[in-house]
Each structure stands twice: as structure tokens, then as C-alpha cells.
């Protein structure tokens, strides 16, 4: 096996390889039968745009509206609060979230981490939202937006396997910076 740092995992001997727990145990990750399940996205996309224009677009409730998919209604509630009314179609279930989001960590233009949660009442399923986003001078490209995101999901949307999820998600998180990044470099 090969290594970043070209180091080698040491060899368990004797007693010890019995008391040791195993490589993939995590003891902050749940178990996986709890009904919780976790997926994770990092990434990081540049737009043509100062990054005070992108951060204006970020916050905007009718930018939000238009770029997330499958967002019905997001408004705002204060400078750091919003309401998501979101429809989805995730494999074969429909999701009509309700929820809130906030930021819960700005520095305009700079950053914003924001936590979001949302229900749906016909298949019971919770989402809960962590997602970070930096906006660093993307040199010839205006802005370089780097985002992180974790979402925990329960109920109904939990027994969809991962791997059919997190393709559905991921083409939404590219659909939200595609359209993203046309509204802001058509803004110019």
C-alpha cells in the first residue's frame, strides 16, 4: 500500500493487535444502524465576479430561490435567518422540505458557515445542514468560492442507500454553482 508521506502503518504484534479497535472505527461517527445517515462535500468553483458581487448573490433571497434546485420559496427573516420551502425528487421519493437557515458565521465577503434543518412529513425525513463557504481573489478569474458541506439525513430518506443519494445531491450542488455563477456574471 502506498502513502502520501511514504510512511507505513506499523504492524500489529501479539497482544496488542487484539486490544487495538478497527482502522475504520470512528467514535464520533454513529453506528450505522441508528438510522442516521451522513454525506460530505468539499469542492470549489471560480466566478467571474469581484467577491463583494458574489457575497451580495449569496445572501439574496431571490438569487437563492432561483439557483437552489427545487426551491419553491426561501425568505429572508433577518439579516442572518431564512425560511426554505424546497421539492425534490430523490430516487423514488419526493421531499417537501420545510425549514430554516441561518448564518451562523459571516465575514462579508469573506465567509459565511451557515446550519440549516428541514422536515419532511410524508416520508418523516429530517436533513440537517452544515456548510461552509470561502471566497478567496480568484486572481484572472475574480472570485475562487471553496465550499464544505455535511448533511445528516433520518427517516424515510435514510433507507436510500448512499450511493444512490449522494449522485442526486451532487448534480444539485452543481446545478446551484452553475446557475450561481451565470446570475452573478450576467449581472455585470
Known sequence: MSHPDDTRPEEPTGEESEERPPADADPERPADDDGVERLEFADAVYVDAAPGALWDHLSDPETLTRCVPGAESIERLSERRYSVEITRGVSR???????????????????VVTSATAFDSTTGSEFDVLAAMEIRDGDRYGSKLAYTAEVTYTGGAATLNPSVLRPIVERDIDSYFGTLTEVVEGDD
Open 93 to 111: 421519493l419526493t421531499v417537501s422540505l420545510s425549514g430554516e437557515a441561518e448564518f451562523v458565521e459571516m465575514d462579508p465577503p469573506d465567509h
